[in-house]
Structures are given as structure tokens and as C-alpha cells.
């Protein structure tokens, strides 16, 4: 027998009822999915990653040995471990650094004077390298950085190769060429993580009242006291969640380490490597702690100074 329109409405009816006098019940069916996800998926894979940190390799057989024991995190404070992250984690902080001096005079720009079309432009300047394949971005700036590069013609052009030696044979930051060396891998950070900075600091300057800084004006405050005092703290959050982005991604990062870099290793090529080639899962797993524990100490100061109070 089929079902009329008028009965059709009467199921839809009651059934939206049972769940309108139901809300706990809604919630639970409505949250369970990604909730369910996020179990299994996410929370499964990362207690998985935890439970190999805690086995080691049997270095006769190279097989894995599924005994808890510490012997794999004491591999990571080993010379050249700790160089790796150390490296790794000085590569993060200058690419943070140098993002947030770079994206807050643009993103106040944004938040601030521009409006309608050259604001629209702004933000498709931001965004549009984000269009494009982050592996085509890699490898177009090798090409640029590399010694028969467009940067290397213009610095000749200017006369400058002289200051571009002197740079390149700096012991730490230097290399045969700009596309193997840490400054050209630093460039490249910057340039493919700073939309992750300047969004999240725009959008922190457009939630600061204008009226808080026309008083700060008016009770005689100048423009440097009323942005340290008024503006600064106010998107300080946005340069938190900034700073996570770009800081998260370069410590994890093997890509551009591996592309633009030298021989010296990042904590991402340390753990493709283990777990490739190498087979050492625990050691794997245990250098991807690494950047969490960093993090998770990093998120703990930043609450500590205040930088969550205002989202």
C-alpha cells in the first residue's frame, strides 16, 4: 500500500518530535560520527605511534621488539639526535620570527585602511599561492635560488655577488649556492608558511575596536605607546595561532629540508628515513614526540602569558 503525502508528513512529524523531546539523544547521534572518527582515527593512529616509541630494535636481528622499555627515547639525546633537533627546532623559530615581522604590517594594512577591491586583492595575493601545488612551489624557488637563478643574475647585475659570497661562506647559514644552504631553505619557509601567519594576525586586528584606539589617542598616548600598549596585546592571540602554524609545519616538514637544503638532516627526513628505509619504527615514533612535546610546551607558555584570554 503507498504511503500518501499527508502520512509521509505525519512520520516526518513524529519523528522530528522524538528527537525535539530527545535532545540529549540528538546530540549523541549527531556528535558520534566525527567523534568516532576522531577516536579511531586520529587518537587511535597517535596511542599507536606511542606504543612503538616504547619498543626498540634488537640490533642482531633488526627485528622489532615488543617489550616497554626506554632504551629508544635514550637514542634521541645521543650527539647526533640532539643536533638534529636542535637544528630543527632553530630552523622553526627563525621561520616563526621572521613570518610575524613580515605578515603584521600587511595584515594591519589589511584590517585597517584597506577596503572594498584592494582589499579583495590583498586577500587573493595571501591565498593564491595556496592554489597551487606545494611541491611545485618547492621546486620553482630550487630554480630561483639556485646559482644560475634569477636572484643570482640580479645580485650580479647589482654588483653585489661579493656580498652574496661572503654570506654563502658563513659556516652555519652558507652553502655552494642559495638552493643548498640554510638560508635559502629559510627563505622558503617563509615564503610557503606565511599565509598561515598573516590570516590568523588579520583577523585578530579586525576584532580590536577602533574605539580603543581613538581613546588611547585621546588621552595623549602616541602611535608607538598606543601599539604596544593597545594594539600589540590585542592580536597577540592572532600571533599564537599564527606561530603554531608556521612553527608546527617547519618542525615536521621534510620536503623542503630534503629539496632546498644540505646533507644536514630535519626531524621529518629523520622520521622518513626510519621508518622507510631504515625499518627502526620506535626510533620513528619517537623522534615524532619530539615536535609534540615542543609544542605542547609551547602552548603552555603562550596560555601562561595570556594569549588565549581575548580569543
Known amino acids: 500500500m503507498a504511503t500518501t503525502p499527508a502520512s509521509q508528513n505525519d512520520l516526518w512529524r513524529q519523528f522530528s518530535t ?13 556528535l558520534a560520527p566525527p567523534l568516532l572518527w576522531l577516536g579511531v582515527v586520529y587518537l587511535g593512529s597517535l596511542f599507536s605511534m606511542l606504543v612503538q616509541s616504547l619498543f626498540h630494535i634488537d640490533r642482531f636481528t633488526g627485528l622489532v621488539v615488543r617489550e616497554i ?56 595575493a595571501v591565498l593564491l599561492p595556496l592554489w597551487s601545488s606545494y611541491l611545485i612551489r618547492v621546486y620553482a624557488w630550487k630554480l630561483i635560488l639556485a646559482k644560475e637563478g634569477i636572484i643570482s643574475w640580479f645580485v650580479t647585475r647589482l654588483g653585489l655577488q661579493g656580498v652574496l659570497d661572503w654570506v654563502l661562506g658563513l659556516p652555519v647559514i652558507g652553502g655552494p649556492s642559495l638552493s643548498v644552504s640554510a638560508i ?30 581613538e581613546a588611547s589617542g585621546d588621552l595623549g598616548a602616541r602611535p608607538g605607546q598606543t601599539f604596544r600598549t593597545v594594539i600589540l596585546p590585542l592580536a597577540f592571540p592572532g600571533v599564537v595561532a599564527g606561530s603554531i602554524f608556521t612553527f608546527s609545519l617547519t618542525l615536521g616538514d621534510f620536503i623542503i629540508p630534503g629539496t632546498i637544503g644540505n646533507s644536514s638532516y630535519f626531524i621529518g627526513q629523520v622520521v622518513l628515513v626510519q621508518q622507510g628505509t631504515a625499518g627502526n619504527i ?30
Open 282 to 311: 620506535p626510533l620513528a615514533a619517537a623522534f615524532t614526540v619530539i615536535p609534540m612535546v615542543i609544542m605542547g610546551i609551547y602552548l603552555v607558555i603562550a596560555r601562561k602569558l595570556g594569549a588565549f584570554d581575548a580569543l
Open 69 to 124: 622499555t626506554f632504551a629508544t627515547y635514550a637514542e634521541l639525546f645521543t650527539p647526533a639526535n640532539l643536533d638534529v633537533t636542535m637544528r630543527t627546532s632553530g630552523m622553526a623559530a627563525a621561520v616563526t620570527l621572521a613570518a610575524a615581522l613580515l605578515a603584521f604590517p600587511l595584515a594591519y594594512y589589511m584590517a585597517r585602511y584597506a577596503a572594498g577591491r584592494a582589499k579583495a586583492f590583498l586577500y587573493l
Open 18 to 30: 522524538f528527537f525535539y523531546r530527545r535532545p540529549i539523544l540528538s546530540l549523541i547521534l549527531l
Open 184 to 213: 635559502g631553505m629559510w627563505l622558503v619557509f617563509v615564503y610557503v608558511w606565511l599565509p598561515y601567519m598573516i590570516l590568523p594576525i588579520q583577523a585578530a586586528l579586525e576584532r580590536v575596536p577602533k574605539s580603543l584606539i
